[in-house]
């Protein structure tokens, strides 16, 4: 029987508790999930401060925390290319065959639906707290970011100093104007 396939993709920067709970409401609806992390190409900016393989890490150990069963997920780094019109055709290429595509962001949805695929928008979870914005603006003025993310994802962005980064980051970019 064919597996019913779905795929999320986001930056994921950092991975936080919304990201958690779209992915166990996605698994009551398919057998498999792909978890893209988008814009692996790019890190050390205020928008974008972690690696792709830093989000792997906090992915995949926020998955074990949670208990999800680790034969249900891929997740794959997926860089940008300059070029929407083929950018669905170049996410097949590195991805498990799937048939639908689960995205809040309006050029994702766009591209997948030009080209035939079943494009469902998530609920969004406690949307005022739980977004990547949020959790970054708190990390860099010392309010607490832990509360929105999973454990794992603490351990990560303490292990590689994560807090000074995007604060060394911020004052470049001040330096910089
Ligand atoms: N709070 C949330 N509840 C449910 N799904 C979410 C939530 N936040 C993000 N998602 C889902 O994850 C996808 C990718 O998220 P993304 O990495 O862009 O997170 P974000 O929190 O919106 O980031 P940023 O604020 O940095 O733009 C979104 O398209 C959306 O479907
Ligand atoms: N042409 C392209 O490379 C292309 C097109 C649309 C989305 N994307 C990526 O998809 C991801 C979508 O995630 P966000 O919802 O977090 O923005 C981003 O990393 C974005 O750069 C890339």
């Known amino acids: ?22 992915i166990k409401k996605i698994l009551e609806e398919v057998d498999e999930i792909i978890i893209g992390i988008g814009s692996a190409q790019i ?4 928008k974008n401060p972690f690696t792709a393989g ?22 794959i780094p997926m860089e940008d290319i300059n070029k929407n019109a083929i950018w669905v055709s170049y996410i097949k290429m590195l991805t498990p065959p799937f048939n639908k595509i689960y995205s809040g962001n309006y050029l994702v949805k766009q591209l ?3 080209e035939g695929y079943e494009v469902k928008t998530p609920p969004l979870f ?15 003025n010392d309010e607490n970011w832990q509360e929105l993310v ?7 962005v303490n292990e590689i100093k994560g807090i000074e980064r995007i604060k060394n980051l911020s004052k470049k970019e001040i330096s910089d104007m």
């Open 150 to 156: 999973p454990n794992a994802t603490v351990e990560l």
């Open 126 to 140: 406690d949307r005022l707290k739980l977004s990547g914005t949020e959790v970054r603006k708190r990390m860099l």
């Open 1 to 22: 029987m064919k597996t019913n396939r779905g795929i999320l993709i986001g930056r994921m920067q950092p991975f936080h508790n919304g990201h958690i709970q779209v």
């Open 43 to 46: 890190s050390h900016d205020l």
């Open 54 to 75: 830093e989000r792997l890490v906090m992915i995949k150990q926020s998955l074990v925390e949670h208990n999800i069963d680790p034969s249900r997920y891929y997740i």
């Open 112 to 114: 997948f639906y030009e």
